[in-house]
């Protein structure tokens, strides 16, 4: 069964932390990986990854996908309060051509 | 540049009812999904249109039925709900296939009693 892990489920920092969110997975054919963001409503987009090894980054925000050991890790450096959210992960597997979420990762920043 | 528009924001239903979520982007997009999420469960897709005229069951769609109106409009109809449908439902549209980031509306908040 096709399954994506995320861990920790739940995490708290003080602002100016650096941390390091977790996603595994377990798909019969991977196409890309994709992280969201999920304040209090809709998940937003942050990056898709198809390729090991090579980095994206978005500001504070960077990701990594490493394909031969089937994760990826989110980054977010110096946190802010607007950091705080939900950060999910998902997985498109080409089978089925389904987008397989995990159950997310809940990053609380304190001021 | 309202981008994935769901309505309604909030319902209340009772046992055995039935209803109609409506959902409708403007980005011009392909492929329109309907997902539920609840506590623990993460994500999971109900049904998917992969282009106009066309629809897929995803993980979860006993009990659930969909419209791919046209192009812009992707709808979720729940002919007799139960309580076990209680949950917060997502639309997404993506330009392509799944494999291409997805835009979500703010979420459906159903309730059944």
């Known amino acids: 069964e096709d399954k994506v892990v995320q861990s920790p489920l739940s995490l708290v920092v003080h602002e100016g932390d650096t941390v390091t969110l977790n996603c595994s997975y377990e798909?019969?054919?991977?196409?890309?990986l994709l992280w969201y963001k999920q304040e209090k409503k809709a998940p937003t987009f942050l990056f898709m990854l198809?390729?090991?090894?090579i980095e994206k980054k978005s500001g504070r925000l960077s990701s990594i996908l490493d394909k031969k050991e089937l994760f990826s890790i989110l980054n977010i450096t110096a946190t802010q309060t607007g950091d705080s959210a939900v950060y999910l992960c998902?997985?498109?597997?080409?089978?089925?051509?389904?987008?397989?979420f995990g159950k997310g990762t809940k990053l609380s920043v304190k001021p | 540049n309202a981008g994935v528009t769901q309505t309604p924001k909030f319902q209340v239903l009772k046992t055995g009812q039935s209803m109609t979520l409506q959902c409708a982007q403007d980005?011009?997009?392909?492929?329109m999904y309907w997902y539920r999420q609840d506590p623990g469960m993460g994500l999971r897709l109900i049904y998917y249109?992969?282009?106009?005229?066309?629809?897929d069951k995803g993980e979860v769609p006993n009990g659930y039925n969909v419209s791919r109106l046209n192009k812009r409009e992707f709808s979720l109809r729940l002919e007799s709900a139960a309580p076990s449908q209680t949950s917060v439902y997502f639309c997404a549209s993506s330009e392509r296939s799944p494999q291409w980031p997805q835009h979500f509306g703010d979420g459906t908040r159903l309730s059944i009693l």
């Open positions: 798909v019969t054919n991977f196409r890309s």
């Open positions: 980005m011009n997009h392909n492929s």
């Open positions: 998902a997985v498109f597997e080409g089978s089925q051509g389904n987008l397989i």
């Open positions: 198809t390729s090991s090894g």
């Open positions: 249109s992969a282009s106009e005229g066309t629809t």
